[in-house]
């Protein structure tokens, strides 16, 4: 789940999604049941019980879901997010969301119109954020991208875009989610990609990289790439044993500070999950930090 702070009722909104896992074997259920949103509040020292977000919409019939993406809290209280969605056997669509918060339940008030992609499932897992007053969504896709797509209202955003470099050169990525890293005075996708150092890995899910976006061609620039968290291992010769990333969040702890953490695993290696942190230390104020 990835937790948000609610300053206007001073309670923290933890959302999630149900999901199905095998008993006898790693990996998800093959025949998923269908899948929707889960979300607990914590409030006065303590947190509440879990919730289902409703949303009785006949296209979300199988799936509807945030994942663990990231959201906006927006100075009147309401909640900007995004949702994946879809039938049975269809690829799934994304749109943007707004919902009601009044620190106990959280209601869908309106959906915006969907991005589609007709490649493997479809869009994936999609994140939210907000700056210089435009709404950013990042896509996981199943096509070899992931997709941005700008929003002046957080529901109508315009057509997607593969994720490029400023000098137009693909990013070549493999069905990983991406998130924001948000400052008042810049905005960075952390992100994982091929690369010739983990051409073995399961797509090439290690390293994790970061990346400050232009937010007016929507592109990463290619000379601010840093690694956030190192490849563990021989990702050429030997890339089933190094440590797979990908399910993470990012999080503003303080104006000089914000956190990535991943929980990686390597099954291969009879490693069952490990939980990474970078720390990244900001040389100008982070203003957005709560």
């Given amino acids: 789940m990835t937790p948000s702070y609610h300053a206007q009722t001073g309670s923290v909104l933890a ?3 149900n999901v199905f896992y095998n008993n006898k074997k790693p990996g998800f259920k093959g025949d998923q049941p269908p899948r929707w949103p889960m979300y ?5 020292g303590a947190w509440g019980s879990r919730q289902k977000l409703e949303w009785d919409d006949p296209r979300g019939s199988q799936m509807y879901s945030n994942n663990c993406g990231q ?13 994946t969605f879809g039938v049975k056997n269809k690829p799934r669509a994304v749109c943007g969301v707004r919902c009601s918060f009044d620190g106990r339940q959280l209601l869908v008030k309106e959906i915006g119109p969907e991005l589609t992609n007709s490649v493997g499932r479809g869009l994936l897992e999609p994140s939210v954020t907000y700056f210089q007053k435009r709404f ?9 991208h992931g997709y941005v797509a ?7 955003y315009e057509p997607q875009q593969a994720w490029a470099w400023d000098d137009g050169a693909p990013l070549i990525m493999s069905t ?12 960075f996708l952390v992100y994982t990609r091929r690369d010739a150092t983990n051409l073995k890995v399961m797509r090439w899910r290690a390293p994790m990289w970061v990346a400050q976006v232009d937010p ?5 620039i290619r000379a601010t790439e840093r690694v956030v968290l190192p490849l563990i291992g021989d990702g050429v010769n030997a890339g089933d044993l190094v440590p797979m990333m990908g399910n993470f969040g990012v999080n503003s702890v303080s104006e000089t500070e914000s956190w990535v953490t991943d929980g990686s695993w390597c ?24």
């Fill in 267 to 290: 099954p291969k290696a009879g490693n069952r999950g490990e939980l990474q942190l970078a720390r990244i230390k900001w040389s100008r104020p982070n203003r957005l930090a709560t």
């Fill in 150 to 156: 700008v929003s002046d209202d957080g529901l109508h």
């Fill in 216 to 220: 007016k061609t929507l592109r990463l």
């Fill in 15 to 17: 959302l999630g999604q």
């Fill in 136 to 144: 950013y969504l990042t896509i996981r896709a199943e096509d070899n």
């Fill in 176 to 187: 990983t989610q991406q998130h924001w890293l948000t400052h008042s005075d810049a905005l």
């Fill in 71 to 83: 959201r906006v809290m927006m100075p009147n209280g309401e909640v900007m997010m995004s949702f």
């Fill in 40 to 44: 607990a509040v914590w409030k006065d």
